[in-house]
């Protein structure tokens, strides 16, 4: 049997008033989603052990089932392995975002969503102004980028830029949280002081100024760890070979150091104007050549952070309309049967505009299973589903062999 993920980053959500007191996944028409329940089990997964923040990076390698007290080193390691930016001993990696600041206050996390050609001019210049022996930076997706500093200490406290939409930036500076890394910390800091001097009058944001658009007028480091040690899913689950589709370099770096081949899809945005159908086809392609294939969507956890109620409802939708159905009718007429697992990383409720801890809904359906009494896929119907609350690889092995009749 072939097994294959979908994962709606932050689809989970709270009960919203303007949607009659339901949740996006609840209120949205996910006919596929609900059949697969049906037809499947269902429960809950904990993605975020105690001790640790509901990060994309812990959630996602929480979903696959990772020890993460033995694993985790952050987002920036991992996105540097899907950007083939080799780590060397002693060498600390960091996300970086480009965020966009209205006067003392951090108005968005993402520089107003800023595109990949803007973003690499702005991330050249910061190379070539605030970088040298110790500071590299390197280009990503949109705002997502990375800070390489040779000899820094990771013993720090910072604060992801989406837990703070239209708050004061300057409490949310990064602390060391051991005394030997307060000259990390300051350097740190001082990057961000000086991004904010030089980052507004470059042309690229002048140019967003005057077509009305939010300027990445400072980076914002984050997420700092070493180079991990991790398993591989071969190693870990026995699987002979597994493929990531994903448009972001978090998702797609866990699959590199998980051992699985990384597959790129033109047009995948991590927004909601991704290319669904596109990673759709993808994902059913690699089925034909892989055991296990990880799809991941990032849009509605961009929704959940923009506090867009109707957007989230459309990207949950769209999830189930444009990847999850599609990939469905064509696996459900192969011969080899085929096992799917929808769930979310993570909630990123509207109300909040963040990440938060509560378990995620899942359901897992295969050929010729016992189906639980669970007649929707959404946060609470699955209270009722038989696999209870899981905990960690708990789900990954439930999934990779399914109870049969």
Not at 117 to 139: P, Q, S
Not at 219 to 239: D, F, N
Not at 281 to 289: M, R, V
Not at 304 to 314: F, N, S
């Amino acid at each position: 049997m072939k097994h294959i993920l979908i994962l709606g980053d932050g689809m989970a959500d709270e009960p919203v008033d303007m949607l009659g007191g339901k949740t996006p996944l609840q209120y949205a028409h996910t006919p596929c989603m609900d059949e697969l329940a049906r037809l499947g089990v269902t429960g809950r997964l904990k993605t975020v052990p105690d001790g640790f923040q509901p990060g994309s990076e812990v959630a996602n390698l929480a979903v696959l089932g990772y020890d993460l007290p033995k694993v985790y080193e952050g987002r920036g390691v991992l996105e540097a392995a899907s950007m083939n930016v080799e780590l060397h001993p002693g060498e600390l990696a960091m996300r970086c975002n480009l965020v966009c600041l209205e006067g003392d206050r951090l108005k968005n996390h993402s520089a107003g969503h800023i595109t990949n050609e803007e973003a690499y001019e702005l991330i050249v210049f910061l190379n070539e102004t605030l970088g040298n022996a110790r500071i590299r930076f390197h280009a990503g997706v949109s705002y997502r980028h990375l800070l390489v500093m040779q000899g820094g200490d990771k013993r720090l406290h910072c604060t992801p830029p989406h837990d703070i939409p239209m708050q004061p930036f300057r409490p949310a500076f990064i602390r060391e949280t051991d005394a030997a890394a307060a000259q990390t910390a300051g350097i740190l800091n001082q990057l961000v002081l000086k991004s904010q001097e030089i980052l507004p009058g470059h042309p690229v944001n002048q140019k967003r100024i005057a077509a009305g658009k939010d300027p990445a007028n400072s980076i914002w480091p984050w997420s700092p760890g070493y180079r991990p040690a991790m398993q591989t899913l071969k190693e870990l689950y026995g699987i002979a070979n597994s493929a990531v589709i994903s448009a972001v370099d978090l998702i797609r770096g866990i699959g590199v150091y998980a051992g699985m081949d990384v597959i790129q899809v033109e047009g995948a945005t991590g927004l909601y104007n991704t290319n669904y159908e596109g990673k759709a086809q993808a994902a059913i392609e690699a089925l034909k050549t892989h055991d296990f294939v990880y799809v991941h969507v990032e849009a509605s956890d961009e929704a959940g952070h923009e506090g867009d109620v109707q957007l989230k409802v459309r990207t949950v939708e769209d999830l189930d309309k444009r990847v999850t159905g599609v990939i469905y009718e064509a696996v459900r007429q192969w011969d080899e049967p085929v096992a799917i697992a929808v769930l979310p990383d993570h909630p990123t409720p509207c109300a909040v505009r963040t990440h938060t801890k509560d378990p995620v809904p899942f359901l897992i359906y295969a050929p010729g299973q016992t189906p639980d009494a669970v007649e929707r896929y959404d946060e609470f119907s699955v209270l009722q589903g038989t696999c209870g609350l899981l905990f960690g690889d708990a789900f990954m092995k439930t999934f990779l062999a399914p109870c049969r009749k």
